[in-house]
């Protein structure tokens, strides 16, 4: 969806409820007590709808991150919007700047509320063929140099999923060493059993086939000359590098993982930012709902 789309499918607190009304439901009104499929909005400003049979009371912000929210929905959509889309991320400052919010508490109140929804767990675990690695992140903390430096250093899982010469969705963990149960704990929170997992040679990995994966460790020797052993990871790792130091600068050991949820909410979605969106707002559903245009029509 382009910003000028955006823009004239929520023009009005009215389309942004009419749209809520159909993330929450996809095969049009049923109300829970009655079964009646007629429906007609109560309150306006609270965005509560009254089943015409009954009159049951229904809020389309329940479960959602707009619950209670005083803010208009319009400002939600378009905050949850410019997350989604601005691809680095965005700041609170920004979000108040671009969104004319009056008080800075409010925005960066809305960013936090947002952000919230990329530290959800990923549930679906990663299949097919995955390339798996393990890496250092950090040690350019301003006014460290050399061993200290180093010290600062965190090791990061990273599990990426193969999809012909591109990649899949990516896993990223905060590791405490590179031993074979650190190794094999990535591997079996991030990837389903039976998966064929590329790895380099090193030993920590050796136990991968006793847990029922189809194990293809490679020596960097066996890599074509120039070329990278696990090139997606490679792709990734660099990816991640060159936005945790030009958006966040750096990111404390004890709030990385918090980093690499919000890279990998990113990665998964680059492709799809209408589900991005929908997630940072808290919408259930992750299609297009089909009675959205029926609605508006309607409302019309
Ligand atoms: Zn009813």
């Not at 023009?11 to 749209?19: F, K, L, S």
Request: hydrophobic share 40%; net charge positive.
């Amino acid at each position: 969806m382009t910003i000028m789309e955006f823009q004239e499918r929520f023009a009005t607190e009215e389309a942004c409820r009419a749209y809520l009304f159909a993330c929450r439901w996809p095969e049009g009104f049923r109300c829970r007590r009655c079964g009646g499929a007629e429906v007609g909005v109560m309150h306006r400003r609270r965005r509560v709808w009254q089943c015409k049979g009954c009159g049951s009371q229904t809020s389309v912000t329940a479960g959602t991150v707009m619950h209670g929210t005083r803010q208009p929905l319009r400002l939600w959509f378009w905050a949850a919007y410019l997350v989604a889309t601005h691809h680095p991320g965005i700041s609170a400052v920004q979000l108040q700047r671009q969104l004319g919010i009056g008080c800075h508490e409010t925005a960066w109140m809305m960013l936090h509320k947002l952000r919230r929804a990329m530290v959800a767990p990923e549930r679906e675990p990663l299949g097919g063929e995955v390339e798996v690695d393990e890496f250092f992140l950090g040690g350019l903390e301003e006014g460290l140099t050399g061993g200290r430096a180093r010290g600062k250093k965190t090791l990061v899982g990273i599990a990426i999923e193969v999809r012909g010469a591109g990649s899949g969705r990516v896993r990223l963990r905060v590791l405490k060493d590179a031993s074979g149960d650190s190794l094999e704990a990535l591997v079996t929170t991030t990837t389903v059993a039976g998966a064929i997992v590329h790895t380099d040679a090193w030993a920590g990995y050796n136990g991968l086939a006793k847990l029922g994966y189809d194990h293809r460790p490679r020596s960097q020797n066996a890599a074509p000359r120039g070329e990278h052993l696990l090139p997606r990871v490679h792709r990734a790792v660099s990816n991640l590098k060159a936005w945790l130091h030009g958006t966040h600068r750096w990111a404390s050991p004890e709030h990385l993982q918090a980093y690499l949820d919000e890279f990998v909410f990113r990665h998964n979605r680059r492709r799809n930012p209408h589900a991005a969106f929908q997630t940072l707002l808290g919408l259930s559903t992750h299609h297009e709902p089909a009675t959205y245009r029926h609605i508006i029509d309607q409302a019309a």
